[in-house]
């Protein structure tokens, strides 16, 4: 029971805290003038992605770096599943975006490589630091479209969602970037410790406790924000929250994962949870790709994503023989 009030309290806190680190980071931004694009694109990205970065770089410098993988693999497939699925069928969404489309086939290429990686049952520090320069490359490439795409949907979208944090004083803006990053460790802290408390005392992996559990609860922040967007129909930036925080997933949270402690992965990951997480990603792309006009995401289609969580979920938790 403690450790299960721990990982509730934990998840409380880390939806909580990542918000007020989104908003005093896009208020800071605005602060700098940095353009709509860029904010949406990264900080706004980076901040909905921070409990995944925290938990599993926490999870990993502490012996436990199942619990690191599972968390990037498991929320990368909540992402799409569950959270794509539940707006969705709560409003339909529609890819406007340029910059998007061009980020669908990306993140079919990264999620390629996750696979090639797990092939030989390991991710070892090179592979790691590889995962890493990517990630920096990519945040490159979307620093160049955010200068010089301020006319994209996103933007424009960005900059009504988030018009509010434009007028907050930079002294309270600075505090609640540094208050909710602080409270993000704290909480991730909690979070860990009582996941592998429940994983020991069910007699499953730290892994299973990641893909599910974890999953799950680092991925609310995403639902949150993409809920409400999609209710305002700013689509696009419910979609972007999606795209954005699985290559964050899975080059970032991976990557500080693995450049912390090796990792050594079980073979069902291939067979299973990068199969589904490809799966999704390839299907998400058929949804949101289209050769003529914005792609569009209807309720039917959601409701099917939603089905693939149920189903992903269920066949883990009968593998591990729960």
Same mark, same amino acid.
């Given at each position: 029971?403690?450790?299960?009030?721990?990982?509730?309290?934990?998840?409380?806190?880390?939806?909580?805290?990542?918000?007020?680190?989104?908003?005093?980071?896009?208020?800071?931004?605005?602060?700098?003038?940095?353009?709509?694009?860029?904010?949406?694109?990264?900080?706004?990205?980076?901040?909905?992605?921070?409990?995944?970065?925290?938990?599993?770089?926490?999870?990993?410098?502490?012996?436990?770096?199942?619990?690191?993988?599972?968390?990037?693999?498991?929320?990368?497939?909540?992402?799409?599943?569950?959270?794509?699925?539940?707006?969705?069928?709560?409003?339909?969404?529609?890819?406007?975006?340029?910059?998007?489309?061009?980020?669908?086939?990306?993140?079919?290429?990264?999620?390629?490589?996750?696979?090639?990686?797990?092939?030989?049952?390991?991710?070892?520090?090179?592979?790691?630091?590889?995962?890493?320069?990517?990630?920096?490359?990519?945040?490159?490439?979307?620093?160049?479209?955010? @200068?010089?795409?301020?006319?994209?949907?996103?933007?424009?979208?960005?900059?009504?969602?988030?018009?509010?944090?434009?007028?907050?004083?930079?002294?309270?803006?600075?505090?609640?970037?540094?208050?909710?990053?602080?409270?993000?460790?704290?909480?991730?802290?909690?979070?860990?410790?009582?996941?592998?408390?429940?994983?020991?005392?069910?007699?499953?992996?730290?892994?299973?406790?990641?893909?599910?559990?974890?999953?799950?609860?680092?991925?609310?922040?995403?639902?949150?924000?993409?809920?409400?967007?999609?209710?305002?129909?700013?689509?696009?930036?419910?979609?972007?929250?999606?795209?954005?925080?699985?290559?964050?997933?899975?080059?970032?949270?991976?990557?500080?994962?693995?450049?912390?402690?090796?990792?050594?992965?079980?073979?069902?990951?291939?067979?299973?949870?990068? @199969?589904?997480?490809?799966?999704?990603?390839?299907?998400?792309?058929?949804?949101?790709?289209?050769?003529?006009?914005?792609?569009?995401?209807?309720?039917?289609?959601?409701?099917?994503?939603?089905?693939?969580?149920?189903?992903?979920?269920?066949?883990?938790?009968?593998?591990?023989?729960?």
């Amino acid at each position: 029971m403690m450790a299960l009030g721990a990982v509730l309290i934990g998840l409380v806190l880390l939806v909580w805290s990542a918000d007020r680190f989104v908003s005093g980071a896009a208020a800071t931004a605005w602060h700098f003038n940095v353009p709509p694009l860029l904010i949406g694109m990264v900080i706004i990205g980076f901040g909905t992605s921070a409990p995944e970065m925290v938990v599993s770089a926490i999870a990993s410098s502490q012996g436990n770096p199942g619990l690191a993988l599972g968390n990037a693999y498991g929320s990368n497939i909540t992402n799409i599943a569950l959270i794509i699925g539940v707006t969705a069928v709560l409003s339909p969404l529609a890819v406007h975006s340029q910059i998007l489309r061009k980020e669908l086939p990306i993140l079919l290429a990264v999620t390629a490589l996750a696979a090639w990686q797990v092939v030989d049952g390991v991710i070892t520090h090179l592979e790691a630091f590889l995962l890493l320069g990517l990630f920096v490359l990519l945040m490159g490439w979307s620093i160049h479209q955010g @200068l010089r795409g301020d006319r994209d949907t996103l933007a424009i979208e960005v900059t009504a969602e988030h018009a509010s944090t434009q007028h907050m004083p930079l002294g309270r803006a600075l505090f609640w970037l540094l208050a909710g990053l602080l409270l993000l460790i704290a909480a991730s802290r909690l979070l860990v410790w009582g996941a592998v408390l429940i994983a020991e005392g069910l007699g499953v992996s730290d892994l299973v406790i990641g893909l599910t559990i974890v999953a799950v609860g680092t991925s609310l922040p995403e639902l949150a924000s993409s809920v409400i967007a999609a209710r305002k129909g700013e689509s696009d930036i419910a979609l972007g929250n999606v795209i954005g925080s699985n290559l964050f997933n899975t080059l970032a949270v991976v990557g500080i994962a693995g450049g912390i402690a090796e990792i050594d992965v079980p073979p069902e990951v291939l067979g299973r949870d990068v @199969l589904s997480m490809g799966a999704l990603a390839l299907l998400l792309c058929v949804m949101g790709y289209r050769r003529r006009g914005p792609g569009r995401i209807n309720r039917l289609e959601g409701a099917l994503l939603i089905l693939c969580f149920v189903g992903y979920t269920s066949w883990v938790l009968v593998s591990s023989g729960s």
